[in-house]
Protein backbone atom coordinates (compact mmCIF):
# COMPACT_ATOMS: atom_id res chain seq x y z
CA UNK A 1 0.00 0.00 0.00
CA UNK A 2 1.38 3.60 -0.86
CA UNK A 3 3.09 5.28 1.84
CA UNK A 4 1.41 9.05 2.98
CA UNK A 5 4.62 10.48 0.54
CA UNK A 6 4.06 8.30 -2.14
CA UNK A 7 1.22 11.22 -3.48
CA UNK A 8 3.19 14.20 -2.11
CA UNK A 9 6.76 13.65 -4.11
CA UNK A 10 5.15 14.18 -7.33
CA UNK A 11 3.14 16.72 -6.61
CA UNK A 12 6.40 18.80 -5.00
CA UNK A 13 7.88 18.26 -8.56
CA UNK A 14 4.38 19.06 -10.39
CA UNK A 15 4.12 22.46 -8.63
CA UNK A 16 7.87 22.77 -8.43
CA UNK A 17 7.72 26.65 -8.90
CA UNK A 18 4.95 27.53 -6.72
CA UNK A 19 5.56 29.02 -3.39
CA UNK A 20 4.79 26.56 -0.88
CA UNK A 21 6.07 28.15 2.26
CA UNK A 22 6.13 31.97 3.29
CA UNK A 23 8.56 32.01 6.86
CA UNK A 24 8.14 35.00 9.09
CA UNK A 25 10.95 37.12 8.95
CA UNK A 26 9.85 40.38 10.54
CA UNK A 27 9.20 42.20 13.43
CA UNK A 28 6.53 43.02 15.55
CA UNK A 29 6.39 46.44 13.81
CA UNK A 30 7.15 45.50 10.48
CA UNK A 31 6.14 41.99 9.43
CA UNK A 32 7.30 40.38 6.49
CA UNK A 33 8.00 37.08 4.87
CA UNK A 34 10.31 35.43 2.83
CA UNK A 35 9.34 32.56 0.05
CA UNK A 36 10.58 28.96 -0.32
CA UNK A 37 9.23 27.16 -3.44
CA UNK A 38 8.04 23.61 -4.07
CA UNK A 39 11.53 22.77 -5.33
CA UNK A 40 13.22 24.07 -2.51
CA UNK A 41 11.52 22.71 -0.22
CA UNK A 42 12.34 19.13 -1.96
CA UNK A 43 15.47 19.60 -2.39
CA UNK A 44 15.82 20.73 0.77
CA UNK A 45 13.92 17.82 2.50
CA UNK A 46 15.90 15.24 0.43
CA UNK A 47 19.73 16.48 1.40
CA UNK A 48 18.96 16.46 4.89
CA UNK A 49 17.60 12.49 4.60
CA UNK A 50 20.57 11.71 2.84
CA UNK A 51 22.49 13.53 5.60
CA UNK A 52 20.75 11.23 8.10
CA UNK A 53 20.49 8.03 6.39
CA UNK A 54 24.20 6.43 7.94
CA UNK A 55 23.83 7.66 11.43
CA UNK A 56 20.50 6.06 11.62
CA UNK A 57 21.58 2.81 10.51
CA UNK A 58 24.83 3.14 12.14
CA UNK A 59 23.13 3.21 15.02
CA UNK A 60 21.38 0.29 14.35
CA UNK A 61 17.87 1.58 14.19
CA UNK A 62 15.85 -0.08 10.95
CA UNK A 63 12.80 1.03 8.91
CA UNK A 64 9.94 1.79 10.34
CA UNK A 65 11.50 2.50 13.77
CA UNK A 66 10.17 5.65 15.93
CA UNK A 67 12.74 8.23 15.63
CA UNK A 68 11.52 11.33 17.96
CA UNK A 69 12.06 14.74 16.67
CA UNK A 70 12.50 17.76 19.92
CA UNK A 71 11.61 20.44 17.55
CA UNK A 72 11.01 24.18 19.10
CA UNK A 73 7.89 24.28 15.99
CA UNK A 74 8.77 27.64 14.73
CA UNK A 75 11.60 26.83 12.12
CA UNK A 76 11.45 25.61 8.83
CA UNK A 77 14.05 23.37 9.70
CA UNK A 78 10.91 21.64 11.83
CA UNK A 79 9.22 20.89 8.86
CA UNK A 80 12.02 19.91 6.82
CA UNK A 81 13.20 17.20 9.14
CA UNK A 82 9.86 15.64 9.94
CA UNK A 83 9.69 14.56 6.13
CA UNK A 84 12.89 14.37 5.72
CA UNK A 85 12.98 11.21 8.56
CA UNK A 86 9.45 10.44 6.92
CA UNK A 87 11.42 9.68 3.18
CA UNK A 88 13.94 7.34 4.44
CA UNK A 89 11.50 4.81 6.01
CA UNK A 90 11.42 6.10 9.77
CA UNK A 91 8.10 7.15 11.75
CA UNK A 92 9.07 11.01 13.42
CA UNK A 93 7.25 11.54 16.76
CA UNK A 94 7.03 15.56 16.98
CA UNK A 95 8.29 16.41 20.61
CA UNK A 96 7.83 19.69 21.39
CA UNK A 97 8.81 23.17 23.60
CA UNK A 98 5.97 22.13 26.39
CA UNK A 99 7.88 18.86 26.90
CA UNK A 100 11.43 20.67 28.17
CA UNK A 101 9.80 20.44 31.89
CA UNK A 102 12.86 20.35 34.19
CA UNK A 103 10.24 20.26 37.30
CA UNK A 104 9.42 16.61 36.26
CA UNK A 105 10.77 15.62 32.37
CA UNK A 106 8.45 13.54 30.24
CA UNK A 107 10.10 12.80 26.98
CA UNK A 108 11.92 9.75 27.62
CA UNK A 109 8.18 8.57 29.27
CA UNK A 110 6.67 9.31 25.68
CA UNK A 111 9.24 7.85 23.90
CA UNK A 112 9.18 4.89 25.98
CA UNK A 113 5.21 4.53 25.40
CA UNK A 114 5.94 4.52 21.54
CA UNK A 115 8.77 2.35 21.76
CA UNK A 116 10.85 5.03 19.93
CA UNK A 117 14.72 4.36 20.08
CA UNK A 118 16.44 7.69 18.90
CA UNK A 119 16.08 11.70 19.56
CA UNK A 120 16.74 14.20 17.02
CA UNK A 121 17.20 17.25 19.11
CA UNK A 122 17.22 21.24 18.26
CA UNK A 123 20.29 22.87 20.41
CA UNK A 124 17.18 24.43 22.37
CA UNK A 125 17.02 21.60 24.37
CA UNK A 126 20.59 20.16 24.70
CA UNK A 127 20.59 20.69 28.61
CA UNK A 128 17.47 18.28 28.81
CA UNK A 129 18.64 15.02 27.38
CA UNK A 130 20.33 13.49 31.31
CA UNK A 131 17.39 11.21 31.61
CA UNK A 132 17.04 10.16 27.77
CA UNK A 133 20.89 8.98 28.15
CA UNK A 134 20.60 7.69 31.16
CA UNK A 135 18.05 4.81 29.51
CA UNK A 136 19.90 4.59 26.55
CA UNK A 137 17.92 6.43 24.09
CA UNK A 138 20.56 7.79 21.38
CA UNK A 139 20.57 11.41 21.48
CA UNK A 140 21.84 13.02 17.88
CA UNK A 141 21.75 16.64 17.15
CA UNK A 142 19.85 18.29 14.23
CA UNK A 143 22.11 19.92 12.21
CA UNK A 144 22.10 23.12 10.48
CA UNK A 145 20.51 22.89 6.83
CA UNK A 146 23.43 25.14 5.24
CA UNK A 147 26.26 23.12 6.48
CA UNK A 148 24.56 19.98 4.48
CA UNK A 149 26.34 19.18 1.42
CA UNK A 150 24.59 18.57 -1.59
CA UNK A 151 25.21 14.92 -2.83
CA UNK A 152 23.81 13.02 -6.01
CA UNK A 153 23.06 9.75 -4.50
CA UNK A 154 19.70 9.06 -5.38
CA UNK A 155 17.31 8.04 -2.35
CA UNK A 156 15.54 4.46 -2.09
CA UNK A 157 11.75 4.61 -2.46
CA UNK A 158 9.55 5.13 0.69
CA UNK A 159 9.02 1.92 2.03
CA UNK A 160 5.66 -0.05 1.23
CA UNK A 161 3.44 -0.14 4.43
CA UNK A 162 -0.14 -0.91 5.11
CA UNK A 163 -2.96 1.90 5.66
CA UNK A 164 -3.12 1.17 9.33
CA UNK A 165 0.83 1.38 9.65
CA UNK A 166 1.76 4.57 11.58
CA UNK A 167 3.42 7.82 9.40
CA UNK A 168 3.78 10.15 11.95
CA UNK A 169 3.24 10.56 15.85
CA UNK A 170 1.46 13.76 17.32
CA UNK A 171 0.72 14.34 20.92
CA UNK A 172 -2.22 15.89 22.93
CA UNK A 173 -1.38 19.43 23.77
CA UNK A 174 -2.59 18.64 27.37
CA UNK A 175 -0.99 15.39 29.50
CA UNK A 176 -3.01 12.41 30.97
CA UNK A 177 -1.91 11.98 34.43
CA UNK A 178 0.92 13.72 33.92
CA UNK A 179 1.85 12.44 30.93
CA UNK A 180 1.11 13.60 26.79
CA UNK A 181 -0.97 11.32 24.99
CA UNK A 182 0.66 9.77 21.95
CA UNK A 183 -1.14 10.51 19.19
CA UNK A 184 -0.73 7.97 16.33
CA UNK A 185 -1.57 8.90 12.98
CA UNK A 186 -1.77 6.09 9.88
CA UNK A 187 -0.81 6.49 6.41
CA UNK A 188 -4.36 6.01 5.69
CA UNK A 189 -5.44 9.16 7.96
CA UNK A 190 -2.84 10.76 6.13
CA UNK A 191 -4.19 10.35 2.82
CA UNK A 192 -7.77 11.10 4.09
CA UNK A 193 -6.73 14.68 5.41
CA UNK A 194 -4.90 15.50 2.37
CA UNK A 195 -7.35 13.92 -0.19
CA UNK A 196 -11.09 14.29 1.67
CA UNK A 197 -10.89 16.55 4.12
CA UNK A 198 -8.79 19.92 3.15
CA UNK A 199 -10.88 19.76 -0.64
CA UNK A 200 -13.66 20.05 1.53
CA UNK A 201 -12.04 22.59 3.98
CA UNK A 202 -10.83 24.82 1.49
CA UNK A 203 -13.80 26.54 -0.44
CA UNK A 204 -12.12 29.60 -2.03
CA UNK A 205 -12.44 28.63 -5.85
CA UNK A 206 -9.88 28.34 -7.95
CA UNK A 207 -6.74 29.15 -7.80
CA UNK A 208 -3.74 28.92 -4.44
CA UNK A 209 -5.28 28.97 -1.44
CA UNK A 210 -2.39 30.58 1.25
CA UNK A 211 -3.51 29.51 4.39
CA UNK A 212 -1.83 30.80 7.97
CA UNK A 213 -0.43 28.41 10.01
CA UNK A 214 -2.46 27.51 13.37
CA UNK A 215 0.34 26.85 15.97
CA UNK A 216 3.48 25.03 16.77
CA UNK A 217 5.48 22.92 13.27
CA UNK A 218 5.46 20.09 15.95
CA UNK A 219 1.38 19.94 16.42
CA UNK A 220 -0.56 17.95 13.60
CA UNK A 221 -2.77 20.59 12.22
CA UNK A 222 0.53 23.03 11.29
CA UNK A 223 3.27 20.10 10.80
CA UNK A 224 1.04 18.28 8.42
CA UNK A 225 0.12 21.33 6.38
CA UNK A 226 3.11 20.00 3.82
CA UNK A 227 1.46 17.00 3.15
CA UNK A 228 -1.97 17.78 2.26
CA UNK A 229 -1.46 21.98 0.83
CA UNK A 230 1.49 20.55 -1.12
CA UNK A 231 -0.58 17.47 -2.53
CA UNK A 232 -2.80 20.08 -3.82
CA UNK A 233 -0.70 23.24 -4.62
CA UNK A 234 -1.57 25.34 -2.23
CA UNK A 235 0.80 27.33 0.22
CA UNK A 236 1.22 28.60 3.78
CA UNK A 237 1.73 30.91 5.67
CA UNK A 238 3.96 31.39 8.85
CA UNK A 239 2.46 33.55 11.91
CA UNK A 240 4.48 34.96 14.05
CA UNK A 241 2.70 33.79 17.14
CA UNK A 242 -0.53 31.68 17.05
CA UNK A 243 -2.56 34.57 18.11
CA UNK A 244 -2.10 36.93 15.63
CA UNK A 245 -2.73 40.48 16.20
CA UNK A 246 -5.14 43.04 13.47
CA UNK A 247 -1.44 44.51 12.46
CA UNK A 248 -0.05 41.46 11.43
CA UNK A 249 -3.26 39.63 9.71
CA UNK A 250 -3.42 42.77 7.45
CA UNK A 251 0.54 42.47 6.88
CA UNK A 252 -0.20 38.78 6.05
CA UNK A 253 -3.15 39.69 3.20
CA UNK A 254 -1.09 42.37 1.47
CA UNK A 255 1.97 39.78 1.46
CA UNK A 256 -0.93 37.12 -0.15
CA UNK A 257 -2.79 35.24 2.75
CA UNK A 258 -6.01 34.92 1.25
CA UNK A 259 -7.52 32.13 3.68
CA UNK A 260 -7.60 32.64 7.32
CA UNK A 261 -7.92 29.96 9.83
CA UNK A 262 -8.37 30.86 13.44
CA UNK A 263 -9.53 29.75 16.53
CA UNK A 264 -13.04 30.72 17.61
CA UNK A 265 -11.61 33.09 19.95
CA UNK A 266 -8.54 34.69 18.18
CA UNK A 267 -11.21 35.09 15.38
CA UNK A 268 -13.39 37.74 18.16
CA UNK A 269 -10.56 39.13 18.50
CA UNK A 270 -10.66 40.08 15.03
CA UNK A 271 -13.77 40.71 14.99
CA UNK A 272 -13.98 43.14 17.57
CA UNK A 273 -11.08 45.37 15.56
CA UNK A 274 -12.94 45.55 12.55
CA UNK A 275 -16.14 47.06 14.43
CA UNK A 276 -14.05 49.93 14.75
CA UNK A 277 -11.68 50.07 12.44
CA UNK A 278 -12.34 49.99 8.45
CA UNK A 279 -9.06 48.90 7.66
CA UNK A 280 -9.56 45.61 8.85
CA UNK A 281 -12.88 45.04 8.35
CA UNK A 282 -12.46 45.46 4.41
CA UNK A 283 -9.67 42.94 4.87
CA UNK A 284 -11.76 40.46 6.27
CA UNK A 285 -14.32 40.81 4.30
CA UNK A 286 -12.25 40.35 0.92
CA UNK A 287 -10.65 37.16 1.90
CA UNK A 288 -11.35 34.24 -0.18
CA UNK A 289 -12.43 32.81 3.09
CA UNK A 290 -12.75 33.14 7.06
CA UNK A 291 -12.93 30.05 8.89
CA UNK A 292 -12.44 29.55 12.32
CA UNK A 293 -12.80 26.25 14.53
CA UNK A 294 -12.10 24.86 18.33
CA UNK A 295 -15.39 26.24 19.34
CA UNK A 296 -18.50 28.31 18.65
CA UNK A 297 -18.24 31.71 17.62
CA UNK A 298 -20.73 33.72 20.40
CA UNK A 299 -23.69 34.18 18.48
CA UNK A 300 -23.31 38.25 17.90
CA UNK A 301 -19.94 37.87 16.25
CA UNK A 302 -21.72 34.94 13.99
CA UNK A 303 -24.12 37.65 13.05
CA UNK A 304 -22.06 40.41 12.40
CA UNK A 305 -19.70 37.74 10.05
CA UNK A 306 -23.26 37.25 7.96
CA UNK A 307 -24.39 40.75 8.47
CA UNK A 308 -20.79 42.19 7.04
CA UNK A 309 -20.93 39.65 4.19
CA UNK A 310 -18.00 38.02 4.83
CA UNK A 311 -17.29 34.66 3.53
CA UNK A 312 -16.88 32.66 6.36
CA UNK A 313 -17.12 28.67 7.45
CA UNK A 314 -17.02 26.63 10.68
CA UNK A 315 -14.84 23.84 10.90
CA UNK A 316 -14.90 21.18 13.47
CA UNK A 317 -11.74 18.91 13.86
CA UNK A 318 -9.78 17.05 16.45
CA UNK A 319 -5.88 16.01 16.92
CA UNK A 320 -7.53 12.15 16.55
CA UNK A 321 -9.97 12.31 13.58
CA UNK A 322 -8.52 15.36 12.01
CA UNK A 323 -11.78 17.55 9.64
CA UNK A 324 -15.45 15.59 10.31
CA UNK A 325 -18.27 18.36 9.52
CA UNK A 326 -17.58 21.91 7.91
CA UNK A 327 -20.41 24.80 6.47
CA UNK A 328 -20.95 26.11 3.38
CA UNK A 329 -19.48 29.24 2.19
CA UNK A 330 -22.34 30.13 0.32
CA UNK A 331 -24.64 29.41 2.86
CA UNK A 332 -22.92 32.00 5.94
CA UNK A 333 -26.99 32.59 6.74
CA UNK A 334 -26.87 29.21 8.54
CA UNK A 335 -23.69 29.82 10.38
CA UNK A 336 -22.66 27.74 12.75
CA UNK A 337 -24.72 25.21 11.28
CA UNK A 338 -22.41 22.09 9.14
CA UNK A 339 -22.69 18.85 7.82
CA UNK A 340 -20.62 15.60 7.28
CA UNK A 341 -17.41 16.20 5.02
CA UNK A 342 -18.72 13.89 2.14
CA UNK A 343 -16.71 10.45 1.90
CA UNK A 344 -15.87 10.44 6.07
CA UNK A 345 -17.76 8.03 7.48
CA UNK A 346 -18.84 10.09 10.65
CA UNK A 347 -22.09 8.89 12.25
CA UNK A 348 -24.45 11.33 14.65
CA UNK A 349 -25.86 8.71 17.36
CA UNK A 350 -28.29 9.89 20.26
CA UNK A 351 -25.79 11.11 23.03
CA UNK A 352 -25.78 9.10 26.08
CA UNK A 353 -24.53 12.34 28.46
CA UNK A 354 -25.61 15.35 28.76
CA UNK A 355 -29.83 15.76 28.26
CA UNK A 356 -30.29 19.14 29.48
CA UNK A 357 -28.62 22.03 27.09
CA UNK A 358 -28.36 24.68 30.03
CA UNK A 359 -25.67 22.24 31.09
CA UNK A 360 -23.85 22.94 27.33
CA UNK A 361 -20.56 25.48 27.14
CA UNK A 362 -20.26 27.82 24.34
CA UNK A 363 -23.67 29.68 25.00
CA UNK A 364 -25.62 27.15 23.64
CA UNK A 365 -28.82 28.83 26.09
CA UNK A 366 -28.42 31.87 23.86
CA UNK A 367 -28.81 30.53 20.10
CA UNK A 368 -31.70 29.57 18.33
CA UNK A 369 -33.20 27.82 15.77
CA UNK A 370 -31.75 23.86 17.29
CA UNK A 371 -33.95 21.14 17.86
CA UNK A 372 -32.63 20.32 21.10
CA UNK A 373 -31.60 17.01 20.15
CA UNK A 374 -28.06 15.90 21.60
CA UNK A 375 -25.75 13.59 19.14
CA UNK A 376 -22.36 11.87 19.73
CA UNK A 377 -19.58 11.96 16.88
CA UNK A 378 -18.97 8.48 16.38
CA UNK A 379 -16.46 7.05 13.69
CA UNK A 380 -16.27 3.81 12.90
CA UNK A 381 -13.38 1.19 12.92
CA UNK A 382 -13.44 1.53 9.23
CA UNK A 383 -13.42 5.05 8.36
CA UNK A 384 -9.77 6.53 6.57
CA UNK A 385 -10.15 8.99 9.75
CA UNK A 386 -10.85 6.84 12.71
CA UNK A 387 -8.11 6.96 15.39
CA UNK A 388 -5.72 4.92 15.83
CA UNK A 389 -6.91 1.75 17.49
CA UNK A 390 -4.56 1.95 20.56
CA UNK A 391 -6.06 5.81 21.33
CA UNK A 392 -10.01 4.20 20.10
CA UNK A 393 -12.35 4.94 23.04
CA UNK A 394 -14.60 1.57 22.01
CA UNK A 395 -13.88 -1.38 20.25
CA UNK A 396 -16.07 -0.80 17.16
CA UNK A 397 -14.81 2.91 16.44
CA UNK A 398 -14.32 6.52 18.17
CA UNK A 399 -16.19 8.68 19.75
CA UNK A 400 -14.53 12.45 19.65
CA UNK A 401 -16.34 13.43 22.85
CA UNK A 402 -17.75 16.49 21.73
CA UNK A 403 -21.64 17.19 21.13
CA UNK A 404 -23.46 18.33 18.29
CA UNK A 405 -26.94 19.70 18.29
CA UNK A 406 -29.42 18.77 15.27
CA UNK A 407 -30.46 22.49 13.50
CA UNK A 408 -32.04 21.21 10.48
CA UNK A 409 -31.93 18.14 8.37
CA UNK A 410 -28.40 17.15 8.02
CA UNK A 411 -26.78 20.09 9.63
CA UNK A 412 -25.51 20.08 13.44
CA UNK A 413 -24.18 23.07 15.60
CA UNK A 414 -21.05 22.31 17.81
CA UNK A 415 -22.19 22.55 21.59
CA UNK A 416 -18.93 21.58 23.65
CA UNK A 417 -17.59 18.99 25.13
CA UNK A 418 -19.07 16.04 26.64
CA UNK A 419 -16.49 14.79 28.42
CA UNK A 420 -13.29 16.10 31.00
CA UNK A 421 -11.45 18.45 28.77
CA UNK A 422 -11.26 21.57 28.44
CA UNK A 423 -9.27 24.67 26.60
CA UNK A 424 -6.87 26.47 28.22
CA UNK A 425 -3.93 28.97 28.59
CA UNK A 426 -2.50 31.46 26.08
CA UNK A 427 -2.71 28.97 22.98
CA UNK A 428 -6.18 27.02 23.98
CA UNK A 429 -4.47 23.85 24.96
CA UNK A 430 -5.97 20.40 25.73
CA UNK A 431 -6.24 19.95 29.71
CA UNK A 432 -7.89 16.92 31.25
CA UNK A 433 -9.95 18.37 34.05
CA UNK A 434 -10.53 15.10 35.42
CA UNK A 435 -6.63 13.02 36.07
CA UNK A 436 -6.19 16.53 38.30
CA UNK A 437 -9.22 16.05 39.88
CA UNK A 438 -8.62 12.40 40.53
CA UNK A 439 -5.05 13.81 42.22
CA UNK A 440 -6.50 15.80 44.36
CA UNK A 441 -9.19 13.55 45.96
CA UNK A 442 -6.83 10.75 46.11
CA UNK A 443 -4.05 12.99 47.50
CA UNK A 444 -6.51 15.41 49.30
CA UNK A 445 -8.63 12.79 50.85
CA UNK A 446 -8.49 14.36 54.36
CA UNK A 447 -9.10 17.66 52.75
CA UNK A 448 -11.22 17.96 49.75
CA UNK A 449 -14.47 16.18 49.74
CA UNK A 450 -15.76 17.33 46.25
CA UNK A 451 -13.66 19.44 43.62
CA UNK A 452 -13.97 20.40 39.97
CA UNK A 453 -11.16 22.48 37.40
CA UNK A 454 -12.78 24.64 35.36
CA UNK A 455 -11.32 27.39 33.00
CA UNK A 456 -12.47 26.40 29.36
CA UNK A 457 -11.18 28.71 26.71
CA UNK A 458 -9.65 31.03 29.55
CA UNK A 459 -6.17 32.29 30.84
CA UNK A 460 -5.78 29.22 33.14
CA UNK A 461 -7.20 26.46 35.33
CA UNK A 462 -9.29 27.27 38.65
CA UNK A 463 -9.58 24.39 41.04
CA UNK A 464 -13.00 24.53 43.13
CA UNK A 465 -13.32 22.97 46.39
CA UNK A 466 -15.69 21.82 48.65
CA UNK A 467 -13.78 20.72 52.47
CA UNK A 468 -14.19 17.37 53.50
CA UNK A 469 -16.52 16.84 56.32
CA UNK A 470 -14.31 15.90 59.24
CA UNK A 471 -11.83 18.97 58.09
CA UNK A 472 -11.56 22.00 60.78
CA UNK A 473 -13.13 25.01 59.24
CA UNK A 474 -16.11 26.89 60.44
CA UNK A 475 -17.53 27.21 56.99
CA UNK A 476 -19.76 30.53 57.66
CA UNK A 477 -16.05 32.20 56.54
CA UNK A 478 -16.47 30.76 53.32
CA UNK A 479 -19.74 32.63 52.07
CA UNK A 480 -17.12 35.09 50.38
CA UNK A 481 -15.29 32.94 47.63
CA UNK A 482 -12.34 35.46 48.08
CA UNK A 483 -11.90 34.85 51.56
CA UNK A 484 -7.81 35.30 53.03
CA UNK A 485 -8.54 33.41 56.69
CA UNK A 486 -5.71 31.95 58.19
CA UNK A 487 -7.50 29.07 57.70
CA UNK A 488 -9.03 29.09 54.03
CA UNK A 489 -5.10 29.84 53.43
CA UNK A 490 -4.05 27.09 55.77
CA UNK A 491 -6.21 24.80 53.44
CA UNK A 492 -5.18 26.11 50.25
CA UNK A 493 -1.28 25.81 50.86
CA UNK A 494 -1.53 22.08 51.99
CA UNK A 495 -3.72 21.13 48.65
CA UNK A 496 -0.80 23.23 46.70
CA UNK A 497 1.50 21.15 48.84
CA UNK A 498 0.21 17.96 48.09
CA UNK A 499 -0.66 18.29 44.43
CA UNK A 500 2.95 19.13 43.82
CA UNK A 501 4.31 16.25 42.39
CA UNK A 502 1.67 15.71 39.79
CA UNK A 503 1.56 19.28 39.01
CA UNK A 504 5.45 19.11 38.20
CA UNK A 505 4.32 16.85 35.41
CA UNK A 506 1.64 18.77 33.71
CA UNK A 507 2.59 21.44 31.35
CA UNK A 508 2.61 25.39 32.06
CA UNK A 509 -1.46 25.85 31.08
CA UNK A 510 -2.67 22.77 33.00
CA UNK A 511 -0.84 23.93 36.73
CA UNK A 512 -2.31 25.14 39.78
CA UNK A 513 0.30 27.30 41.10
CA UNK A 514 -0.97 29.92 43.38
CA UNK A 515 -3.19 30.23 46.01
CA UNK A 516 -5.61 32.42 44.05
CA UNK A 517 -6.11 29.44 42.09
CA UNK A 518 -7.78 27.40 44.91
CA UNK A 519 -11.62 28.96 45.49
CA UNK A 520 -12.93 27.02 48.54
CA UNK A 521 -17.06 26.87 48.59
CA UNK A 522 -19.28 25.35 51.50
CA UNK A 523 -19.73 21.90 51.43
CA UNK A 524 -22.83 21.27 48.64
CA UNK A 525 -22.13 24.41 46.97
CA UNK A 526 -20.97 22.86 43.84
CA UNK A 527 -23.96 22.45 41.14
CA UNK A 528 -24.95 18.97 40.47
CA UNK A 529 -26.38 17.51 38.06
CA UNK A 530 -30.21 16.34 38.38
CA UNK A 531 -30.24 13.30 37.63
CA UNK A 532 -26.64 11.42 39.03
CA UNK A 533 -25.29 14.65 40.71
CA UNK A 534 -22.13 15.14 39.03
CA UNK A 535 -20.64 17.90 39.46
CA UNK A 536 -21.30 20.15 36.86
CA UNK A 537 -18.22 22.40 34.90
CA UNK A 538 -19.70 24.63 33.40
CA UNK A 539 -22.47 25.52 36.09
CA UNK A 540 -19.65 26.34 38.33
CA UNK A 541 -18.12 28.87 35.84
CA UNK A 542 -21.35 30.80 35.62
CA UNK A 543 -21.84 30.54 39.47
CA UNK A 544 -18.68 32.14 40.14
CA UNK A 545 -18.42 33.95 36.98
CA UNK A 546 -17.29 37.15 39.06
CA UNK A 547 -14.39 35.70 41.21
CA UNK A 548 -13.30 33.85 38.11
CA UNK A 549 -12.63 37.31 36.07
CA UNK A 550 -10.47 38.48 38.70
CA UNK A 551 -8.61 35.37 38.82
CA UNK A 552 -8.62 34.78 34.65
CA UNK A 553 -7.05 38.51 35.03
CA UNK A 554 -3.70 37.35 37.27
CA UNK A 555 -3.29 34.61 35.62
CA UNK A 556 -3.13 36.42 32.36
CA UNK A 557 -0.91 38.83 33.59
CA UNK A 558 1.22 36.58 34.80
CA UNK A 559 1.80 34.96 30.96
CA UNK A 560 5.60 34.25 30.28
CA UNK A 561 5.50 31.18 27.87
Known amino acids: MPHFLDYLLPALSKYASRTLLKLYTGTQDAPSWTNISYEQFQNDMERVARYWMEPLRMAGLEEKTVIGLWITGEKYTDLVSMYAIARIGYIPQMLNKAMANRIQPVVQDVLAATKGKAVLYDPYFADYLEPLLAQGVACMELADISTIANAEDELPPPPVVGDDEIGVIFHTSGTTSGIPKPVPEMHKWLRCQAQIQWPAIWQGGEGQAVVNNLGSFANVGSATTISYLGWSGHCLVQTSKPDIDAHEFVAMVEDGLNFVLLYAPWLSKLINVARTDDRVLKTLKGMKQVSYTGAALNPEDEQWLIENG ?69 LPADADNCPHPSIRNRPDGHITGDLFELTSEGLYAFRGRNDDWIRTGKHNSFCDTKSIEDSILQTCADLVQNCVVVGHYRPGVVLFVEPAAGYPLDESVLENTADTSEAVVGLKKKILERHAAFNGRLFVHERINELYQVVVLPRGRLPRTMEKGNIRRKATEDQNAQVLEKIYEKLKSQWTY
Open 310 to 378: VKATVIYATTEAGGCFVSDISSTSQLPSMHVIPGIKCQLIPTSGIKDKSELDSDSSRRQGGTGMLFDCF
